[in-house]
């Protein structure tokens, strides 16, 4: 899969995921930057094999991870990130 594909996939499953209601999601050129509550995810390419995700507070970069630009780490980028977009209540019930 091409990072453009992996990226849709990645918007795709985060779009529906019910507890990001009230998130939004902006393409800046091939990045995707996903904001919720001051809590902020980037995705984007890092190279021609991974792929970089940023998560933010506030602003200010408080994690950075470069995953393998794999369908296998679709699954792990979904939940960090909707786990940092949630202010790491994603798990909890609800």
């Known amino acids: 899969m091409t990072f453009a594909e992996l ?3 990645i ?7 019910p ?3 009230g998130g939004r999601r902006e393409l800046e050129g091939e990045k995707s930057v996903w904001t919720r509550h001051g809590e902020i995810v980037t ?3 890092s190279g021609t094999t991974g792929i970089l995700v940023e998560y933010r507070t506030d602003g200010r970069l408080v994690h950075r991870k470069i995953f393998a630009a794999s369908p296998m780490s679709i699954e792990r980028i979904v939940i960090t990130s909707a ?3 949630t202010s790491y209540a994603f798990h909890r019930t609800p």
């Open 7 to 9: 990226r849709a996939e």
């Open 11 to 17: 918007d795709d499953r985060l779009a529906a995921e």
């Open 19 to 21: 507890r990001l209601q």
């Open 43 to 45: 995705i984007g390419p």
């Open 83 to 85: 786990e940092h977009l």
